[in-house]
C-alpha cells in the first residue's frame, strides 16, 4: 500500500525495499498470492505463495465464520499436496484468515507437523489492539484496533460486519495520523467507509487539524455524507440526528 512517502518519495521505491529485502534472505520466503506486487515479487525471488486465490501454493479454502471464530480448509498445491488439513482460528476477518495463511505457509516450509501448527493457531489469542473487544454497554460493543490504513479500515469493519456475533450495525471512529498520509491516500479512505452508516472523527490537542479537515473533504466527496461539528470531534452519518451531548448522541447512533 501506498504509505510513507515521506521516507520513500513514491511506490516503487517502497517496491524497491522490500525486493532489496527478499534478496538478502538466506531461508524460505513466503508471500501473499492476493497482493499483485508480492505475485510478482514471489516470481522474481523463487518464493512459496500462501492465499486465498486458486494458484497460491499453500491456500485457504471454505471460510466460515461463527461467533468469533473463522474456519478454514488449508490445501497445498505441488507433489504430495492436496488438503493438509483445518483450522479453527479464534480472530475475526478473512484478513486474519490470510495471515494465518502465511504462518502455515511458513511453518511448513520449515518441516513443522501441520498439527502443531494447527493447534498453535487455535491457541493464538491475537494482539492488542487488532479487533480488542473492550467491552459491551447498553447494547454497544466497542472494538478497538490499530487500523490506520484504507485496506487495514476496510478489512476490520468487513470482519465486524461479517462476524456472525449477531452485530446489527457498525460504526467507526477514527483519528486521522500523518498529514502526508491524509493528503495523499484521502481517496482511498473515502472508499473505505462508503458502507459505514456513520462516522465519528477525532483530532486531539497536538495533531495538525488539516488532517480532519482533508477526511472531513473526502467522506463529504466520497459518500455525499452531512457533517456536524461538536468542539474537537467531527461526525459524518447519512442519517445523523443533532444532540445535546456527545456520549448520547453516539450511544443513540451507534445502536
Known amino acids: ?90 480472530l475475526r476477518g478473512v484478513h486474519n484468515v ?30 492488542a489492539r487488532r479487533f480488542d473487544i473492550r467491552g459491551t454497554h447498553r447494547g454497544v460493543t466497542l472494538v478497538d484496533d490499530y487500523a490506520h490504513l484504507p485496506s487495514e479500515i476496510d478489512a476490520v469493519l468487513r470482519a465486524a460486519r461479517e462476524s456472525g456475533d449477531g452485530w446489527n450495525r457498525v460504526v467507526a471512529v477514527f483519528q486521522p495520523n500523518r498529514f502526508n498520509r491524509m493528503a495523499v491516500l484521502w481517496p482511498d479512505y473515502a472508499d473505505a467507509f462508503r458502507t459505514t452508516p456513520l462516522v465519528m472523527l477525532a483530532v486531539g490537542s497536538d495533531d495538525d487539524p488539516r488532517m480532519v479537515d482533508i477526511m472531513a473533504h473526502a467522506l463529504q466527496r466520497g459518500t455525499g455524507w452531512r457533517v456536524d461539528c461538536w468542539g474537537d470531534w467531527r461526525y459524518f452519518s447519512n442519517n445523523w440526528s443533532h444532540q445535546d451531548t456527545l456520549y448520547p448522541a453516539f450511544m443513540k447512533n451507534a445502536r
Not at 512459496?48 to 486465490?53: K, R
Open 1 to 90: 500500500e501506498v504509505d510513507h512517502l515521506d521516507h520513500f518519495g513514491s511506490f516503487d521505491e517502497i517496491v524497491a525495499s522490500f525486493d532489496e529485502y527478499l534478496e538478502g534472505v538466506p531461508g524460505p520466503k513466503v508471500l501473499c498470492a492476493d497482493d499483485a506486487v508480492c505475485r510478482e515479487l514471489a516470481v522474481r525471488h523463487d518464493a512459496v505463495t500462501y492465499g486465498l486465490a486458486e494458484d497460491a501454493d499453500v491456500r485457504a479454502t471454505e471460510v466460515a465464520v461463527a461467533t468469533g471464530v473463522t474456519r478454514f480448509t488449508v490445501e497445498r498445491r505441488g507433489p504430495g499436496g492436496g488438503v493438509v488439513g483445518t483450522v479453527a482460528l479464534p
Open 98 to 127: 490470510t495471515n494465518a495463511c502465511g504462518v502455515v505457509a511458513m511453518a511448513l516450509e520449515l518441516g513443522v507437523p501441520f498439527d502443531a501448527i494447527s493447534g498453535a493457531l487455535e491457541r493464538f489469542g491475537g494482539v
